[in-house]
């Protein structure tokens, strides 16, 4: 089964530096990332999601790397706010059947004013 | 904004007692999904449903048990409850498609037994 890691788990930060999250996965046949942000009291949200035939997606401070052949992928936030400050979740899934979604085990980004 | 809603956010109740988590959703989601979280910890899978009719157990073993018998309600029991079933459960839908879509998540319920 596929197996999705993800680093640092946790990532402290000045506001207005960049931050950068790390996910690794094992099966090739994978073709969709999301990535959700968790705030405290609340469920897991999507920010940004990117698939296997697209290297790179920006969403204003928000982008997303893909590179399919090391079989990683990065989410990248510039110019941090404290607002920032959440869980983040890497995740991974293929395309057929029940689409299972690997998640990683979380980033705690902490953006310091 | 919440098109999926969980009941209650918190439940603190004694051992051996019957609880049902409530979840449900309005966007007409096929696939939804229950999850067992840590609060900020990794999400483990523990039930899942294709649609009305169908359920699935997941990765990590519970013993709670789920229903789908309408497409925006998707119940989780626990028939007795014990200290160690003390969690946050999150519901979470998507839609069917060819290709992957991504899970829309409730706010969870905080469950405490003592």
């Known amino acids: 089964g596929e197996n999705v890691e993800q680093h640092p788990s946790t990532l402290s930060v000045q506001e207005g530096d960049s931050a950068v999250i790390k996910c690794t996965y094992s099966?090739?046949?994978?073709?969709?990332f999301p990535w959700y942000k968790q705030e405290l009291g609340k469920g897991p949200q999507l920010i940004i999601d990117i698939r296997s035939n697209v290297g790179e997606k920006k969403d204003q401070r928000i982008a997303v790397t893909l590179n399919k052949t090391a079989k990683h992928f990065s989410l990248h936030i510039t110019e941090t706010q404290p607002e920032d400050s959440a869980v983040y979740f890497c995740a991974a899934s293929r395309s057929g059947g029940y689409q299972k979604v690997t998640f990683g085990i979380g980033t705690k980004l902490q953006v310091i004013p | 904004e919440a098109d999926i809603y969980q009941t209650p956010r918190y439940l603190v109740i004694g051992t051996g007692k019957k609880i049902t988590l409530e979840c449900s959703q309005t966007m007409g989601h096929d696939k939804m999904y229950w999850y067992q979280q840590d609060p900020g910890m990794e999400l483990h899978l523990i039930h899942y449903?294709?649609?009305?009719?169908?359920?699935e157990k997941g990765d990590l073993s519970s013993e709670s048990t789920v229903s789908r018998i309408r497409t925006e309600h998707f119940p989780l029991t626990l028939e007795s409850a014990r200290p160690s079933h003390t969690s946050q459960y999150l519901c979470?839908?998507?839609?069917?498609?060819?290709?992957?879509?991504?899970?829309?998540f409730g706010d969870g319920t905080r469950l405490s037994i003592l």
């Open positions: 099966d090739s046949a994978s073709n969709y």
């Open positions: 449903s294709y649609g009305v009719n169908s359920t």
């Open positions: 979470a839908s998507s839609a069917r498609d060819r290709d992957n879509q991504p899970q829309h």
